[in-house]
Each structure stands twice: as structure tokens, then as C-alpha cells.
């Protein structure tokens, strides 16, 4: 089946500082990919949905300033998390959309902000 | 608008038990229904689905019945095994072009020796 990947598996980065997380689609191309985050023992909440070439569509209440996607290719979709705080840590988890509209999803990255 | 509902857990069952995972739906039209089974520290894999009604899907001794009359798509398997322990998530996608996945609360679900 398709693969996709994501890059940190996990980080741990400084109050203050940004974190970029990376999802690739390994075989397959995708137009559209998603972003998730989940709080320990919660479901996925998504965030944003994130379209090649153009703006990513957040959800409401999610800061579009604070975390930045940035859909440049059609194999790569980044999450950049600015100025991150403790609250921000969570699980990340990204997911594509291949071009037959079936969805796979990443490992997951683990953000842990001291 | 589209909602699921799945039983809370945890699910604490011996190995070889009968597992039921109960999930329900709200959705207007044909929606395409998921189970899928995320692992300690993992991301999600898709289980099983089904596209139309009383259609069945299956996977690894895990079944799933499409069921509009009662909107439901209970998870089923007829002997679970330690290895089973995981968090199971039941999602809806609604119909008509690519729309977002809908997920349900997720039930844990622990297996003992």
C-alpha cells in the first residue's frame, strides 16, 4: 500500500523556538494533504487541510500564523510550529490523499516544547 | 452535520474473548464508513471500511457491517489476542467528491493473557 512518512518522528525544541515537521507521500502524488493533532488518550482533531499550490484551509479556532503549512510540492507538505509553548505539545499527525481519494496517514510526530 | 459516536472505553477483555466495538453515525446522503487501529506511539492504519450499505468489511479477523437502517458499523472478532491492544477509531467520509474524515472519540481496547 501507499506510504507516507513523516519527519521528526519526534523533537523536543525550546519555548520560544520553531519546529518545521515534514509529511512526503513516497509513492504516490498527492494534491491534498491534512494535518492532525491528538492530545494524549483523545481522537484526532484536524487542523488544516493543505492543497499543493495553494493556501491551506484551517479549522476554525486553529492559528494560521502560529502553525504555518506550506504545500510546495506534490510529494511534501510542512507544518511549522512558531514560537512554540509547552501547550503546543502534542502528537502531529499528517495524512494524503492519493489520486483514487483513499487517505493514509503518517507515523506521526511527537512535539514535546520545554 | 456528519458525526460518529463510538462506545467509550477501555475495553478490557481476556484473550480469545468476543470483541464488539459499538460506533454509530449521523450523515446525510451515502457516506463511506473506517475503522482504523492506532498502536501505542503510532499513527493510524486503516482496519477495514465499506462504501454502501450492507456491505461487509474485514481484515485481520476483524468484521464490520455497513448497516443504514440502524447508521451503524459496529467492529467485531470472534477471538482477540494480546497483540489487538490498540486504539480503534471509527470515521465516516461523506459522499459526493473527497470530504474530510469525520472520527469518532476512539475506544481503547486492552487484551490480557
Known amino acids: 500500500g501507499a506510504v507516507v512518512s513523516q519527519h521528526p518522528s519526534w523533537v523536543i525544541c525550546k519555548s520560544g523556538t520553531s519546529v518545521k515537521i515534514e509529511c512526503r507521500s513516497l509513492d504516490f502524488q498527492a494534491t491534498t494533504m491534512f494535518w492532525y493533532r491528538q492530545f494524549p488518550k483523545q481522537s484526532l482533531m484536524l487542523m488544516a487541510t493543505?492543497?499543493?499550490?495553494?493556501?491551506?484551509?484551517?479549522e476554525q479556532g486553529v492559528e494560521k500564523d502560529k502553525f504555518l503549512i506550506n504545500h510546495a510540492s506534490l510529494t511534501l507538505s510542512t507544518l511549522t510550529v512558531t514560537s512554540a509553548h509547552p501547550e503546543d505539545s502534542s502528537f502531529y499527525i499528517c495524512s494524503a490523499i492519493d489520486p483514487s481519494y483513499e487517505q493514509y496517514f503518517g507515523p506521526g510526530t511527537r512535539l514535546t516544547v520545554t | 452535520g456528519n458525526s460518529v459516536t463510538q462506545m467509550e472505553g477501555p475495553v478490557t477483555l481476556s484473550e480469545e474473548a468476543f470483541l464488539t466495538i459499538n460506533c454509530t453515525y449521523t450523515?446525510?446522503?451515502?457516506?463511506?464508513l473506517f475503522w482504523y487501529v492506532q498502536y501505542p506511539g503510532e499513527g493510524l492504519q486503516l482496519l477495514l471500511k465499506a462504501t454502501k450499505a450492507d456491505d461487509k468489511g474485514s481484515n485481520k479477523g476483524f468484521e464490520a457491517t455497513y448497516r443504514k437502517e440502524t447508521t451503524s458499523f459496529h467492529l467485531e472478532k470472534g477471538s482477540v489476542q494480546v497483540s489487538d491492544s490498540a486504539v480503534y477509531f471509527c470515521?465516516?467520509?461523506?459522499?459526493?467528491?473527497?470530504?474530510?474524515?469525520?472520527f469518532g472519540a476512539g475506544t481503547r481496547l486492552a487484551v490480557h493473557p
Open positions: 493543505s492543497n499543493e499550490g495553494s493556501k491551506a484551509t484551517y
Open positions: 470515521a465516516l467520509r461523506g459522499s459526493g467528491g473527497y470530504n474530510k474524515l469525520i
Open positions: 450523515a446525510t446522503g451515502y457516506p463511506s
